[in-house]
């Protein structure tokens, strides 16, 4: 067997080696044909790993409460993964950089591994990535999983969808982005934090939430405000408290095992989506194709007849 083989690697990941698990997350990234064998490898193989997201603006504190978050697991002695990931730069750059720095004081922790995550040249985006590099740390059996991402658009609500509890980062200040976002903000937030209460204007930023919140039909769940200082450690308690009821709110309501239903069939798309672009382009490059693009360029045939032939081949 090679010594990167994949599941060599894995091997070694699940005792301890983060060099091996860090290059199983670099499969993840790349993309291709080793990262779909990989996905294949620890499909099944996840125990009971918890994912918390944890999304919101540039600047709003989501490594600082992290890093804090961290702290609150290595207290119950568990150990803990973070993935950051800026899906508005396909490089991993600076301000990942800045995690690493915010996060620094658990470098040295064993028990804790933090990974920022790209996704140069991976075919179907972080909508894959993500729950692969999820499901590769849950194969390796940490308890806990943070994925730390920058914004709230569409984007961000694919990442989020991975995660079981979402957190939604605010600062004070911040009731026009909470108007302007309402529906993406209803749709992933599963608690608010309202991170820098020491600055001006956080009752006001409650306020505007608590109202959005009363004018939405929510069933079930109501998304907890907390507002914390997360340089000072304050409110952290009442996050990870906020945390641990809506997990166990999950599994009382069955909300839980729904979501999970539904993540697996979006993954299904996501999946299907890209085996089939993967292979269409495929038959595009080949020199067999020319004639055909002739054909369509010459008006011979529309691009519809010819996309449907396409997939003719494409699945044979
Ligand atoms: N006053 C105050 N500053 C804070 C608080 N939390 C974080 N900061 C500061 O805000 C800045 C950004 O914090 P980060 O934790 O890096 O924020 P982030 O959301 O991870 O930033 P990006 O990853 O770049 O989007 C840093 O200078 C922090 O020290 C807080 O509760 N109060
Ligand atoms: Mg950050």
Known sequence: MVVNDAEQLLLQAKQANRVALAKLLSIVERGGQPARELARLVWSLGGSTYVVGITGAPGAGKSSLTDRLISQVRNRLLEVAVVAIDPTSPFSGGAILGDRVRMQEHATDNGVFIRSMATRGHLGGLALAVPDAIRVLAAVQFPYVFIETVGVGQVEVEIVGAADTTAVVINPGWGDAIQANKAGLLEIADLFIINKADREGSRETRRDIELMLEMSSFKGWIPPIVETVATEGKGIDEVFQAIESHHEYL???????????????????????????????????????????????GGEIDPYSLALELLKFAVD
């Not at 599994?251 to 798309?269: C, P, W």
């Open 251 to 297: 599994g009382r309501s069955g909300e839980g095992e729904k979501r999970r239903q539904a993540r697996i069939l979006e993954e299904l798309n996501h999946v299907l989506q890209a085996e089939i672009t993967r292979k269409v382009s495929d038959l595009i490059s080949e020199p067999s194709f020319a004639e055909r693009k002739a054909e369509l360029i």
